[in-house]
Nanobody
């Protein structure tokens, strides 16, 4: 089991920045990829960014490319999502998730992820 706790959400004006963090605990040796997803009211959960736990390769959704940066600190079992130039359409509950499957490309389908955090709310005012 891997437990995930997100933090860093809040209210920000359009054009502003927020930094989300996700701390993993438990069987962290099983982590292969960590991802960030988001879900706005009435919409499906969508992939935002993912990072390989070992090696650090990354992948982004087109909608956030160039504005968001995902990074990880293996020593602290933490993955971070730096969000800049926020837009009202970025508002959602943001979740971090763990994919344990080895040698798989960074998955964008939420069904491929095994463990989830409780989510943190991001609100962007226009």
């Amino acid at each position: 089991q891997v437990q995930l706790v997100e933090s860093g959400g809040g209210l920000v004006q359009a054009g502003g920045s927020l930094r989300l963090s996700c701390v993993a605990s438990g069987r962290t040796s099983s982590i292969y990829t960590m991802g960030w997803f988001r879900q706005a009211p009435g919409k499906e959960r969508e992939f935002v960014a993912g990072i390989r736990w070992s090696g650090g390769s990354t992948y982004y959704a087109d909608s956030v490319k160039g504005r968001f940066t995902i990074s990880r600190d293996n020593a602290k079992n933490t993955v971070t999502l730096q969000m800049n130039s926020l837009k009202p359409e970025d508002a959602a509950v943001y979740y971090c998730a763990v994919d344990r499957t080895v040698l798989r490309l960074i998955a964008t389908d939420s069904n491929e992820y095994d463990y989830w955090g409780q989510g943190t709310q991001v609100t962007v005012s226009s």
